[in-house]
């Protein structure tokens, strides 16, 4: 009877301790948002499904800077706006990846210095996912087939080329010096890579039985969002991992800067929860994104933004 009221007691303190929050800011923007990273501490970079990449100055509260890409046309041969699927940003670099609208192959390009040139295009035939700066010279790239490699932008040529999983691609994410890259796919397992060499340093399985949809690594950790309605972490140096269970698929996941935090999109009304990776327990629920989100940022312990398929930012402040 004891260990009964002792369990529930616990169980109200950690219901109890999951604080709701409202945003304290929604950011409209001209496209879905299909990605969308944080640049120098105060810019969001985000890539939308209108052949458009907006920044956003989060100090200044406004957009600032606009570029756009050629549309495509289709299958049919209609023109539509491309989708720029993955962008990123290095000293004074902005790198845009989108579908070339030929074949499923990918085009990439970067521009600078108000210019934009492609560094890839439907004739190169790379089924590319998703791209990020390593340095200002060498973009890292994942495969749809699951491969990744280290593109010279000077050359054009690949650096290395590397089969990490017969599953196909779903996600990738950098660690703050972008030292490591953590890798997740259809099968569940995520892999830990250093970005210059394409050297495996983990095999992360166990927590996720099931397509990880999106991943994010910090420090010693990693986070994953699974089709198996799991929010599941991993020490990548030891291994040891465990899983919180959510009502629905988990479509985006992330850790802040200290990796003590991450929050996950874990049910259908698009709330995030926050848990305290250290205690095992929620600390927050985040509320008021309006679409199915795709991306969440930490830009410090206490501030979160969130996209998703609509065309809104959503921004919180937690404790």
């Not at 890539?47 to 800077?65: E, H, I, P």
């Not at 054009?156 to 080329?161: A, G, I, P, R, T």
């Not at 698009?270 to 795709?294: E, F, H, M, P």
């Amino acid at each position: 009877m004891m260990r009964i009221i002792i369990a529930w007691f616990l169980l109200m303190a950690g219901a109890m301790a999951a604080q709701t929050h409202a945003p304290v800011q929604e950011v409209e923007t001209k496209g879905a948002v299909k990605d969308m990273v944080l640049a120098a501490g105060d810019r969001l970079i985000v890539g939308t499904g209108q052949s458009l990449l907006q920044v956003y100055d989060y100090v200044q509260k406004r957009f600032v800077k606009e570029i756009r890409i050629p549309d495509i046309k289709d299958f049919m041969g209609d023109t539509i706006p491309a989708h720029v699927s993955s962008v990123d940003y290095m000293d004074g670099r902005y790198l845009l990846l989108s579908d070339s609208g030929k074949g499923g192959y990918s085009d990439l390009r970067i521009h600078e210095n108000n210019v934009t040139k492609q560094i890839l295009g439907a004739e190169d035939q790379k089924a590319v996912i998703k791209a990020r700066f390593i340095d200002k010279d060498h973009v890292l790239l994942g495969y749809l087939s699951d491969e990744v490699s280290l593109l010279d932008l000077r050359t054009k040529k690949e650096l290395y080329l590397k089969q990490l999983n017969e599953s196909k691609f779903s996600d990738f994410a950098l660690n703050a010096d972008r030292s490591l890259a953590a890798f997740s796919c259809e099968s569940g397992e995520i892999t830990v890579i250093e970005t210059r060499t394409g050297k495996v340093v983990a095999h992360l399985s166990g927590q996720n039985v099931d397509n990880v949809f999106k991943v994010d690594i910090k420090k010693e950790y990693v986070v994953g969002g699974g089709k198996d309605r799991r929010a599941s972490w991993y020490n990548w140096k030891s291994g040891k991992g465990g899983y919180f269970q959510a009502s629905f698929m988990v479509y985006a996941a992330a850790l802040s800067p200290s990796a003590e935090r991450a929050a996950y999109a874990m049910d259908e009304n698009d709330d995030i929860s926050v848990y305290d990776l250290r205690l095992g327990s929620k600390i927050a629920v985040l509320k008021g994104q309006k679409s199915t989100i795709n991306t969440i940022i930490f830009k410090n312990e206490q501030t979160v933004f969130a996209a998703g398929d609509g065309k809104r930012i959503t921004i919180w402040k937690i404790k």
